[in-house]
Structure formats: structure tokens, C-alpha cells
């Protein structure tokens, strides 16, 4: 199963009051595993950045008025997403900024059943604690040090490692991994081996035994191959 793990910075909490879209980042994810592909983009939210937003994520207006707008980019960030589910820390956050942004340019809204908000997993699993993203690093020993400030594609990254846990995905890896270890280990030669019930009928005949001794005997007496031959049978007492 495809999933796309997503984050995106903003220019403040609001877009019904002018808040625009600054920065999506977004992470492919194979069957619970992230699959190397990402996605990452800045944009110019053509108008200032207030103190505030600056101070979380660090981009500044100048920084970005060099940036593509929304409507140079969409196709791009559409075709990646694809109709895979989309992974986001409080979904309904993200998922207003990016159909305010696609309402401007008369683009389809995207549903709100593909999100997968894990928030709300976070909450459920974890109730009457934080459950922030840094908070959820900490619980789940992920090493979150390079999040000095926010950023959309680093965010994206670490909610990955972070939804994993969540869902219980990296225990079922832990699980395979050992048995395929076991697996491997038992196809060295440890498993049991079946036995036939009647043993296969000599191919080597009388002559070919003689044969083999007879060689063997040129080889002298201290022969390692003399160890293998049967003890001889002792003449009956007369």
C-alpha cells in the first residue's frame, strides 16, 4: 500500500484571513516503509511574513519571493501524492492551507477521507499527554536533533519514522526480520530432517566393494581410510 506522509509551513494559522502556504514536504511510503522518494518545495506566499511564523520555521519573505507560486508548482505536488492516503500530524491544519491554495486557482478540493491524521492515532494510543511531534519522537527514541526550527520535508521524514510506531508496523518488521532469520538459519542444515520409511537399495555391488578395499590397502596400514572400513568378522570357535 502507497502512502505519502506530509507536512507543510505556513505564514500564520489562518488561511480564511490571508495565511498563505510557505513550504510542503512529503515522503513516499511503501507498506509502512519509506521508500527513499520525496517531494519538497518552497513558495512564495506573495505577501510578508509575520514575526511570528518566522520565529518557527526561519523562512523569511525575501527568501521566498524568489520561490515559484502555487499554481507553477500544483501539478508537480499533485502527481506525487497521487490518490494515496495522506499521513499528516493534525491533518485538518495542513489539508485548509492546501485547499485554500487550490480553491485560488479553481482546482479541486482534495477529500478529507484520504487523511490519515496521526494526531489523532497519537491521541488515542497515548490518551492525557502531549502528543506532539517532538513529544512523540522522545516516546519513540527517534532522534529529532536537526529540528532546530521547523521544516516541511525534515517534519515529513520524522512523522514517518514517527507513524511506524504509532501503527505498530515497526514491530511486524522486527517480527519478519526474525523469522526470516530463522528461515535462513534453519536452510543451513539445524532443521529437522525427515527420514525415509524404507531405505534406498544399494547402488554399489559386491565387486566394486572389493574393488575399493583392494585399493585401499595399497595406502599401508596408517591409511586414514582404514578407520572407515567395517571390523572384521571373527571366525566362529571350533
Known sequence: ?????LDT??????PLRGDRLVEIGC?????????GQTYHVYINPERDMPAEAFAVHGLSAEFLS???LFHEVVDAFLEFIGDAPLVIHNASFDISF????????????IPRERLVDTLLLARRKHPGVSNRLDDLCSRYLIDNSRRTKHGALLDAEL??????????????QLLLAS?????????????????????????????????HRAF???????????EFLPAPVAAPAG
Open 98 to 109: 492546501i485547499n485554500a491554495e487550490l480553491d485560488r486557482i479553481k482546482r479541486a478540493a
Open 27 to 35: 515522503v513516499e511510503m511503501l507498506n509502512r516503509m519509506p521508500t
Open 66 to 68: 524568489t520561490k515559484p
Open 159 to 172: 512523522l514517518a519514522e514517527v507513524y511506524v510506531d504509532l501503527v505498530g508496523a515497526r514491530q511486524s
Open 216 to 226: 585401499i590397502a595399497t595406502l599401508g596400514d596408517k591409511a586414514i581410510w582404514n
Open 9 to 14: 509551513e505556513t505564514t500564520g494559522l489562518d
Open 179 to 211: 523469522e526470516s532469520e530463522d528461515i535462513r538459519i534453519h536452510a543451513a542444515g539445524d532443521a529437522p530432517r525427515r527420514q525415509r520409511l524404507v531405505p534406498l537399495a544399494p547402488r554399489i555391488s559386491d565387486a566394486e566393494r572389493e574393488a
Open 1 to 5: 500500500m502507497r502512502e505519502i506522509v
